[in-house]
């Protein structure tokens, strides 16, 4: 049953139920526990129900294992009522309620229970302390993170590797890198096994590189080398990403050359991450030599490689992998019209865009995401069609974001439509007052039509109200 539970297998599992149905042979407790879980896990939630109903005793497995089935099927308040009807409530089965909780969704329900577990509940264990790390890394509560490392040094876990790479994957969640340094600089390497040094590191590498410190991240990839730690696909993953952050493109092939050795190389996201790597540092050609050699590419690897021409204006190319995506019987997600969109946005391929838009809806129900929407309104300014565009802002009411406006504005200038323009800037500064944006983007489109006086009168309206333009930056 366990073996079904795992694979999810309900044919097999149901066929063992019918077997010792039909034998008469008496099921045991530990039998029926392992028979809730199955159905449980396979989606079966009525059978798991009727087998909890007909048993003659139960124990605090089989509540726990109910539970469980309830959240697993997203029913909370049978979860509840069942946890507490619940006889005896020992620590696994608050750990089974709030890891559930947090399962689905209900990640502050899971923080309320946490609280009222330190005041009514049992002693935390490993496990309660590990959940607590991951809901506060998830929600970046720092206060919450803190209060659960304080009581597992009361406990007397700090020297649990899995439960401090917890604690570094919190403070690094929480954008408090320098804690997390400091707990993996005191953890004792020589004493973890190869996977807790491995998570380890790749907690750290990843932490440097989510909070904007690209280059400290591949610093730190370099130590976890020379150090003998093998990075897993995870790493991998982050250091890539941090690759075609930092712009380093000789760097990003030693590391392409690293997944290959320790084996990698067909992992199709790990293969993603490295098309994109490549695309960001400049090199298409890479990129493309990555794709071409994966076999029984999948939907991710296809996305990444359409983006990557669709951000180098490689409009046509960017359709052309699309096109030949879907040849392939490969179902388009969201990101990949995304990307075609874009593609077709950069080549001014007003009659393309519309296709692929309702394409996307009518054969494979999508519905549009701002990110397509806003594809199509800049589709539209890029080539001309102001009025267009204006209808397609009011029809799918997109008037509260201020990229519609931005980009309908930047098209004003190309195509010195100044009423629009100024009828434009209004809408932006109602949504964005205080920002520089729309007084920049106008001014530019005064300039252009050589409206000295009216562009000046917008950079000291700029100055009277304390507005100021935030300068760019560059790695060149």
């Given at each position: 049953m366990k073996c079904c539970a795992k694979n999810d297998d309900p044919r097999v599992g149901k066929g063992i139920h019918g077997w010792i149905m039909r034998n008469g042979i008496e099921m045991d407790v530990v039998l029926?526990?392992?028979?809730?879980?199955?159905?449980?896990?396979?989606?079966?939630?009525?059978?798991?129900?009727?087998?909890?109903?007909?048993?003659?005793?139960?124990?605090?497995?089989?509540w726990n294992v109910m539970i469980g089935a309830h959240l697993l099927c997203g029913d909370a308040n049978g979860a509840m009522e069942?946890?507490?009807?619940?006889?005896?409530?020992?620590?696994?089965?608050?750990?089974?309620?709030?890891?559930?909780?947090?399962?689905?969704?209900?990640?502050?329900?899971?923080?309320?229970?946490?609280?009222?577990?330190?005041?009514?509940?049992?002693?935390?264990n490993q496990y309660t302390l590990s959940i607590g790390l991951v809901l506060a890394a998830k929600l970046a509560l720092l206060h919450l993170g803190k209060q659960i490392h304080n009581k597992l040094l009361r406990l007397g876990f700090e020297n649990d590797a899995f439960?401090?790479?917890?604690?570094?994957?919190?403070?690094?969640?929480?954008?408090?890198?320098?804690?997390s340094s400091t707990i993996f600089n005191e953890l004792k390497q020589s004493c973890m096994g190869s996977l807790a040094k491995t998570i380890s590191w790749s907690s750290l590498i990843t932490g440097f590189f989510k909070?904007?410190?690209?280059?400290?991240?591949?610093?730190?990839?370099?130590?976890?080398?020379?150090?003998?730690?093998?990075?897993?696909?995870?790493?991998?993953?982050?250091?890539?990403?941090?690759?075609?952050?930092?712009?380093f493109l000789e760097l990003g092939k030693q590391i392409h050359a690293c997944i290959q050795k320790l084996g990698h190389g067909l992992d199709m996201f790990l293969a993603s991450a490295v098309i994109d790597m490549y695309a960001k540092c400049g090199s298409l050609d890479d990129a493309r030599k990555t794709f071409d050699v994966m076999e029984n590419k999948n939907?991710?690897?296809?996305?990444?490689?359409?983006?990557?021409?669709?951000?180098?204006?490689?409009?046509?190319?960017?359709?052309?992998?699309?096109?030949?995506?879907?040849?392939?019987?490969?179902k388009p997600n969201e990101i990949s019209f995304v990307g075609v969109l874009s593609a077709c946005s950069h080549e001014g391929l007003v009659e393309e865009g519309y296709k692929y838009f309702i394409l996307m809806q009518n054969d494979y129900g999508i519905v549009p995401t701002i990110e397509h929407l806003t594809s199509m309104v800049d589709l539209l300014c890029r080539s001309g069609q102001l009025d267009e565009a204006k209808n397609f802002i009011h029809k799918?009411?997109?008037g509260e974001y201020s990229v519609v406006w931005k980009a309908l504005l930047s098209a004003?200038?190309?195509?010195?439509?100044?009423?629009?323009?100024?009828?434009?800037?209004?809408?932006?500064?109602?949504?964005?007052?205080?920002?520089?944006?729309?007084?920049?983007?106008?001014?530019?489109?005064?300039?252009?039509?050589?409206?000295?006086?009216?562009?000046?009168?917008?950079?000291?309206?700029?100055?009277?109200?304390g507005i100021k333009k935030q300068p760019g930056s560059s790695w060149i």
């Amino acid at each position: 049953m366990k073996c079904c539970a795992k694979n999810d297998d309900p044919r097999v599992g149901k066929g063992i139920h019918g077997w010792i149905m039909r034998n008469g042979i008496e099921m045991d407790v530990v039998l029926q526990n392992a028979m809730i879980d199955f159905y449980a896990k396979c989606g079966a939630f009525w059978f798991a129900r009727n087998v909890f109903e007909m048993m003659a005793e139960r124990d605090t497995v089989s509540w726990n294992v109910m539970i469980g089935a309830h959240l697993l099927c997203g029913d909370a308040n049978g979860a509840m009522e069942l946890f507490r009807a619940s006889p005896s409530r020992d620590v696994s089965s608050w750990n089974t309620f709030i890891n559930g909780q947090m399962q689905i969704g209900s990640h502050r329900t899971a923080v309320e229970l946490l609280h009222l577990m330190v005041k009514i509940g049992p002693t935390f264990n490993q496990y309660t302390l590990s959940i607590g790390l991951v809901l506060a890394a998830k929600l970046a509560l720092l206060h919450l993170g803190k209060q659960i490392h304080n009581k597992l040094l009361r406990l007397g876990f700090e020297n649990d590797a899995f439960i401090l790479n917890s604690l570094i994957n919190m403070y690094c969640k929480c954008g408090k890198m320098e804690t997390s340094s400091t707990i993996f600089n005191e953890l004792k390497q020589s004493c973890m096994g190869s996977l807790a040094k491995t998570i380890s590191w790749s907690s750290l590498i990843t932490g440097f590189f989510k909070n904007g410190r690209s280059e400290l991240a591949l610093e730190l990839f370099c130590r976890m080398l020379h150090q003998g730690a093998i990075p897993d696909p995870f790493t991998l993953t982050s250091v890539a990403a941090a690759c075609a952050s930092a712009g380093f493109l000789e760097l990003g092939k030693q590391i392409h050359a690293c997944i290959q050795k320790l084996g990698h190389g067909l992992d199709m996201f790990l293969a993603s991450a490295v098309i994109d790597m490549y695309a960001k540092c400049g090199s298409l050609d890479d990129a493309r030599k990555t794709f071409d050699v994966m076999e029984n590419k999948n939907v991710v690897l296809w996305t990444s490689m359409l983006g990557s021409y669709a951000r180098h204006g490689e409009g046509r190319e960017a359709i052309r992998v699309f096109e030949m995506m879907i040849e392939k019987n490969i179902k388009p997600n969201e990101i990949s019209f995304v990307g075609v969109l874009s593609a077709c946005s950069h080549e001014g391929l007003v009659e393309e865009g519309y296709k692929y838009f309702i394409l996307m809806q009518n054969d494979y129900g999508i519905v549009p995401t701002i990110e397509h929407l806003t594809s199509m309104v800049d589709l539209l300014c890029r080539s001309g069609q102001l009025d267009e565009a204006k209808n397609f802002i009011h029809k799918y009411n997109l008037g509260e974001y201020s990229v519609v406006w931005k980009a309908l504005l930047s098209a004003c200038r190309v195509h010195s439509d100044m009423q629009t323009a100024r009828w434009a800037s209004e809408q932006l500064v109602q949504i964005q007052p205080h920002e520089a944006g729309s007084y920049i983007l106008l001014s530019n489109a005064c300039s252009t039509k050589r409206e000295w006086v009216e562009a000046s009168k917008l950079w000291s309206a700029m100055k009277n109200k304390g507005i100021k333009k935030q300068p760019g930056s560059s790695w060149i």
